[in-house]
């Protein structure tokens, strides 16, 4: 019975990750998740069932549309994949349970909104605003850790409201704490710069996250992120510090210096909150182990 269920979650998180290739290709640019029906956008033919099957059609036709031949993005399989290891995964984790409905409709956000900012730097609002709807609605029916909620309000001396309530306290604490820090944070670049460091989407990301993810690993997200991107940067500093050493015909394309150039930090931030999803509650763990030995 387990092994149908995880082939039968497998397989659904093929189907929504095909489903979500559509909505990353349309939804920044505008265009009906609805129709047209699924076309090769190079040559406009209409992509018929059998070579639309997740994963498995994009391995017979070896990554090349069948009509003109022109090679289909590395995106769709991997995006149909991902969905459904993470699909899997939260079965895997959770159980068969409710917070495995939640974290695979979490899962299934955040890896849409992952790709869509790598792509076009866009963090569609049919996503984020979506999810903290979702997310506040979970908290309700699906309670999150609430210890960092119960802890300050028994240090403010606050009576302790019911478990559901707490939870979506919890949530909603967690949404503005993680909205609010990147807003200030966006707030302080701009007073001091005269520019936009970040974008409104990272922020409503971010209070997405919260609300799916509370306020204990919504603090997690916000101190890892950054760390991450910054490494990033690093990687792609050191790596253009060598490319400089090469031949101009050989050398990169993109001469806009790395610094001037935008980070998709939608990318991190919602890779960080998948992986706080999994891993967060065991990294808590560990860390306060090592504060109070």
């Avoid at 099957?53 to 031949?69: A, E, F, K, N, T």
């Avoid at 210096?257 to 990318?267: D, K, M, N, T």
Wanted: proline share 4%; glycine share 8%; net charge positive.
């Amino acid at each position: 019975m387990d092994r149908l269920l995880e082939c039968a979650l497998f397989l659904a998180g093929l189907s929504f990750g095909s489903f979500l290739n559509v909505c990353i290709s349309r939804i920044p640019r505008d265009e009906s998740v609805v129709t047209p029906p699924s076309h090769c956008p190079a040559c406009g033919k209409r992509i018929g069932w059998r070579d639309n099957i997740p994963l498995i059609s994009w391995l017979v036709l070896r990554g090349r549309c069948r009509q003109c031949g022109t090679r289909i993005s590395l995106r769709y399989p991997l995006v149909e994949l991902l969905t459904a290891l993470v699909f899997l995964g939260c079965y895997l984790y959770f159980g068969w349970t409710w917070l495995t409905l939640k974290f695979c409709i979490f899962g299934f956000l955040l890896i849409g909104l992952i790709f869509m900012d790598a792509e076009t730097g866009l963090l569609p609002r049919e996503f984020t605003y979506s999810g903290i709807v979702l997310g506040l609605l979970f908290a309700w029916f699906v309670p999150v850790d609430s210890s960092a909620t119960e802890l300050m309000l028994r240090v403010y001396r606050k009576q302790l409201p019911g478990a559901h309530w707490l939870s979506l306290l919890d949530a909603l604490l967690a949404g503005v704490i993680g909205a609010g820090f990147f807003y200030l944070a966006w707030a302080l670049y701009y007073l001091v710069r005269k520019r936009h460091g970040l974008g409104f989407g990272d922020v409503t990301l971010m209070g997405m996250s919260g609300t799916f993810l509370g306020v204990k690993l919504t603090v997690m997200v916000i101190f890892f992120a950054p760390l991450v991107t910054v490494v990033y940067v690093v990687f792609l500093l050191a790596r253009e510090a060598l490319s400089t050493k090469k031949l101009d015909d050989t050398a990169s394309e993109d001469q806009t210096p790395l610094l001037s150039r935008e980070i998709p930090f939608g990318v991190f931030l919602g890779a960080c909150s998948l992986a706080a999803a999994f891993v967060g509650e065991s990294v808590w763990s560990w860390y306060l182990r090592q504060v109070l030995m």
